[in-house]
């Protein structure tokens, strides 16, 4: 069985409706309905706000979770992509040894190598907020001034506008949210710096409203 097929008999089982159970978790309802027809994608967010509505349920969603997070997905349209650790619109560990899990997305114009991080702080807002996924295309990693980049300096992860500074041989770590510096990084650090890949999709929950 599905988990689009499971959570609609679970849903029923406990007597909700699209709407309540909608209401319950904060999203629209025909996102439910797209989930249960198997043609919206799943995220941890998602199944952890279901499973807090349903806890006596938890096994069997994270369980239909699992298997379609970890197949291959025989739709050509729709990939299943890794999501490595969190990186930080503040400071924030990035794991590109072994993926945490996968998300399922719609193909689009990224490579097959593509990967999601978890954003944590709020040094990018209004553009990224705490808790979106950004999707990072590691082989868009060509320099263009102001386009937001993940990248790792210092063993620390970050999600920042980039500015390269040829003059000065500098390059400088831009935040969005003015609260926050500018993080310079001079030529003598840039060996401890390197851009994973640009930010080319952010998935929210506001974007699936």
Not at 31 to 36: G, H, S, W
Not at 73 to 96: D, F, I, Q, T, W
Not at 100 to 117: A, E, H, Q, T, W
Request: hydrophobic fraction near 35%; proline fraction near 4%.
């Amino acid at each position: 069985m599905s988990f689009g097929k499971t959570l609609k008999r679970i849903r029923l089982k406990h007597k909700d409706s699209l709407r309540g159970l909608a209401k319950k978790i904060d999203l629209h309802f025909t996102f439910i309905d797209k989930v249960e027809k198997g043609t919206a994608p799943i995220s941890k967010n998602f199944i952890e706000n279901v499973v807090a509505v349903y806890p006596e349920e938890r096994e069997i969603l994270k369980k239909e979770y699992l298997k379609e997070a970890i197949k291959i997905v025989s739709n050509s349209e729709v990939l299943n992509l890794p999501v490595y650790g969190k990186a930080s619109a503040g400071r924030g560990y990035l794991n590109m040894d072994s993926p945490d899990y996968y998300m399922p997305i719609l193909r689009g114009n990224f490579s097959k190598r593509s990967f999601f991080v978890e954003i944590t702080g709020n040094s990018m807002e209004p553009t990224l907020e705490d808790g979106e996924f950004a999707l990072v295309d590691p082989e868009n990693t060509t320099y263009s001034k102001n386009k937001i980049y993940v990248v790792t300096y210092n063993d620390e992860g970050y999600i920042k506008r980039l500015e390269m500074k040829d003059k000065l041989k500098v390059i400088t770590l831009k935040s969005d949210n003015p609260d926050y510096d500018d993080i310079d990084i001079p030529e003598e650090m840039q060996e401890y710096f390197q851009i994973n890949g640009r930010v080319v999709e952010v998935i929210s929950k506001k974007k699936l409203l």
